[in-house]
T-cell receptor, first 112, second 111 residues
Framework: GESVGLHLPTLSVQEGDNSIINCAYS??????FIWYKQESGKGPQFIID?????DKRQGQRVTVLLNKTVKHLSLQIAATQPGDSAVYFC???????????FGTGTRLQVFP | SQTIHQWPATLVQPVGSPLSLECTVE??????LYWYRQAAGRGLQLLFY??????ISSEVPQNLSASRPQDRQFILSSKKLLLSDSGFYLC??????????FGEGSRLTVL
C-alpha cells in the first residue's frame, strides 16, 4: 500500500538554530498533508497542514514546504527551542479518502 | 469546543484476557472516528475507521475489533489478547478530510 517515509529517524539541533524535518510520500493522488508533534506518552498534536494546491504555508515559527514534483514535504522550525523536542510525524490522506497515513516519525532533540 | 476522552490511560493485561478501550467525543456531530496503534518508537498504524454508527472499516487483519454503538462513541475490543497487542492506542476524530484530533492515548501492556 501507499506509505509515507521519513529521511532521518533522529535530528539533533542546537537551541536557537533552525530545524528542517523531511518527509517523502508515495501517493501522487494525495491532496492533503499534515504535520504532527508528539511528546512522550501523549497523543499527537497538530502543527500545520497544507493542501496540494499550495507550495508553502507558514505558521508561528513553522513553515511547511510541499514539492509535488518529487513528492517531498518538509517542516521548518525557526529558532528551535527545548520545548520543540518531540517526535514529528508527517501524514497524507489516502487517495481522496478521509484517512490519514502516517510516517514512522523523526525525533527532534534540542541541546543547549 | 470539541473534546475527546479516551480511557483507561494505562492497563496491564495477561495474555488471553479480554480488552475494552473506550473513546468518546463531545462537541461535534457525526465525526469520523479512528483507532490507531503505535508500537514503541514507531509510527501510527491505522486499525479502524468509522464514518457513522455501525460502520467500521478494518485496515489490517488482527486480533482486535471495533464498534460504534453511538454517534460519538468508539470502542476497541479483543476477546483474547496476544503479546503482540501491546502498544499505545490512540483514538482520533475528524470532520471530513482534514485534521485529526487525537485523544491522550491508552498504553496497553500484555504480559
Amino acid at each position: 500500500g501507499e506509505s509515507v517515509g521519513l529521511h532521518l529517524p533522529t535530528l539533533s539541533v542546537q537551541e536557537g538554530d533552525n530545524s528542517i524535518i523531511n518527509c517523502a510520500y508515495s501517493n501522487s493522488a494525495s491532496d492533503y498533508f499534515i504535520w504532527y508533534k508528539q511528546e512522550s506518552g501523549k497523543g499527537p498534536q497538530f502543527i500545520i497542514d497544507i493542501r496540494s494546491n499550495m507550495d508553502k504555508r507558514q505558521g508561528q515559527r513553522v513553515t511547511v514546504l510541499l514539492n509535488k514534483t518529487v513528492k517531498h514535504l518538509s517542516l521548518q522550525i525557526a529558532a528551535t527551542q527545548p520545548g520543540d523536542s518531540a517526535v514529528y510525524f508527517c501524514a497524507e490522506n489516502e487517495g481522496n479518502t478521509d484517512k490519514l497515513i502516517f510516517g514512522t516519525g523523526t525525533r527532534l532533540q534540542v541541546f543547549p | 469546543s470539541q473534546t475527546i476522552h479516551q480511557w483507561p490511560a494505562t492497563l496491564v493485561q495477561p495474555v488471553g484476557s479480554p480488552l475494552s478501550l473506550e473513546c468518546t467525543v463531545e462537541g461535534t456531530s457525526n465525526p469520523n472516528l479512528y483507532w490507531y496503534r503505535q508500537a514503541a518508537g514507531r509510527g501510527l498504524q491505522l486499525l479502524f475507521y468509522s464514518v457513522g454508527i455501525g460502520q467500521i472499516s478494518s485496515e489490517v487483519p488482527q486480533n482486535l475489533s471495533a464498534s460504534r454503538p453511538q454517534d460519538r462513541q468508539f470502542i476497541l475490543s479483543s476477546k483474547k489478547l496476544l503479546l503482540s497487542d501491546s502498544g499505545f492506542y490512540l483514538c482520533a476524530w475528524s470532520v471530513g478530510a482534514g485534521e485529526l484530533f487525537f485523544g491522550e492515548g491508552s498504553r496497553l501492556t500484555v504480559l
